[in-house]
């Protein structure tokens, strides 16, 4: 016979106490189900696409931080556009005619035009407005960019809003845009997955490809990577620190509007106002926890945080609040807890408070980054 455990809590003032079977408690039930091969999978596979999304949206802060030292509030904003610009040139471009391979080619042709566009703008930006204030104090930077924010989401809601779409509601249309492929969902060990998860795998996989070969097989990218270290001597050396801010800059926001693209065809995200918000915050999770700077932090973090939201997305709709207490034998139902749709959000925020607590500057922080 096996001893139960004992499970004491309070609640309004009342003390529950339960008697709980060892081996039915639901910290070994969560462990047992999770180690199932069809959940396993499936836990895998959406925490992988989640981190791939989730270093595509945060490699572009960590170039501007790494190199400049400047805290880009906009990041959010300029992804958020992309989704919205992205998600016009594929409804106007598809129709319920066009194949797989032509919708894959309009989508690459649309992430291409807003990479491009949006490091433009992002270099102008550079220019015009962020330069101003790199010799004040970090303040300034802040504002200037939580000001830009300000002005791009009103206007993105007024454009919106003038078109019939609800600013602060997915805008569906480009999900239709979608290709059958990645649509469609899966059986995988008696599991289902969809197919944009496998896509945003390969998708996170080119982007840190792509920036660690630009970074160390490029001149702009050494050209950064001195910056970063010593901004004084690598403009004593002769270069030209102030033209790689502005292209990192322009790059940065570029690589946040082709994360916005990704987004729009994501279930979970979709095109829309608040999007910026979010997006904003993921990334600041992500590179915090990497450490401010760090690429490859970036993609630990990423890592980290995208299993860290996959699981308890999976636990979300299999366990209720009250088994997460361990007390659902005892509470009487008037009690029961009903679990937060906000709980992997949650626990990624959870997350950064710990690594701050147990490692202020990052997972692979170091005390002092970027510089002008």
Same mark, same amino acid.
């Given at each position: %016979? ?52 989730? /270093?595509?949206?945060?490699?572009? #802060? ?5 190199? *400049? ?10 992804? *958020? ?8 040139? %594929?409804?106007?471009?598809?129709? =319920? ?20 566009? %949006? ?6 930006? $550079? ?6 204030? +790199? ?16 002005? *791009? ?10 078109? !019939? /779409? ?5 805008? $569906? ?12 969902? +899966?059986?995988?060990? !008696? ?20 920036? +660690? ?8 990218? #050494? +050209? ?8 004084? %001597? ?6 030209? /620190? ?7 800059? !322009? ?20 095109? =829309?106002?608040?999007? =910026? ?10 590179? /915090? ?20 939201? !996959? ?36 626990? *990624? ?13 990052? #997972?692979?922080?170091? $005390? ?5």
């Amino acid at each position: %016979m096996t001893t139960p455990v004992l499970l004491t809590t309070e609640l309004a003032g009342e003390l529950f106490t339960a008697a709980v079977p060892l081996e039915s408690t639901p910290v070994s039930r969560v462990l047992r189900d999770a180690l199932d091969p069809g959940a396993l999978s499936r836990i895998v596979l959406d925490s992988l696409s989640k981190a791939g999304l989730y /270093i595509t949206i945060a490699v572009g #802060l960590t170039l501007i931080f790494g190199l *400049m030292g400047v805290l880009n509030f906009a990041h959010g904003s300029f992804a *958020m556009f992309g989704a919205y610009i992205g998600g016009v040139i %594929m409804v106007l471009a598809i129709n =319920s005619g066009t194949g797989d391979l032509a919708r894959f080619a309009v989508f690459f042709g649309a992430a291409a035009f807003v990479l491009a566009l %949006m490091t433009a703008v992002g270099s102008a930006v $550079e220019r015009k407005l962020i330069r101003s204030v +790199y010799d004040r104090p970090p303040l300034f930077q802040i504002l200037l960019t939580f000001g830009i924010v300000l002005v *791009m989401d009103e206007a993105a809601r007024i454009v919106v809003e003038a078109r !019939g /779409i609800t600013p602060r509601s997915r805008w $569906e249309a480009p999900f239709d845009t979608l290709p059958s492929v990645l649509g469609a969902r +899966y059986d995988v060990l !008696g599991s289902t997955i969809r197919g944009i998860w496998v896509f945003e795998i390969f998708v996170g996989i080119a982007i840190v490809v792509g920036t +660690y070969l630009f970074l160390t097989r490029t001149r702009y990218g #050494l +050209y950064i990577r001195a910056g970063s270290e010593d901004g004084e %001597m690598a403009q004593a050396l002769g270069i030209d /620190i102030r033209q790689a801010f502005t292209l990192v800059f !322009g790059l940065g926001t570029g690589l946040a509007a082709f994360s916005g693209v990704i987004l729009m065809w994501d279930p979970r995200f979709g095109a =829309s106002v608040p999007l =910026s918000v979010e997006a904003l915050l993921i990334a600041f999770v992500v590179v /915090i926890i990497g450490g401010l700077g760090t690429f490859k932090g970036t993609v630990v973090a990423g890592v980290l945080v995208g299993f860290i939201d !996959g699981f308890t997305t999976w636990l979300l709709p299999n366990y209720s609040a009250v088994e997460f207490g361990l007390l659902s034998a005892a509470l009487p139902g008037e009690w029961s807890i009903p679990m937060a749709s906000s709980l992997p959000e949650a626990t *990624m925020f959870l997350a950064l408070v710990a690594v701050l607590v147990v490692r202020p500057q990052g #997972l692979y922080g170091v $005390e002092e980054v970027g510089g002008h």
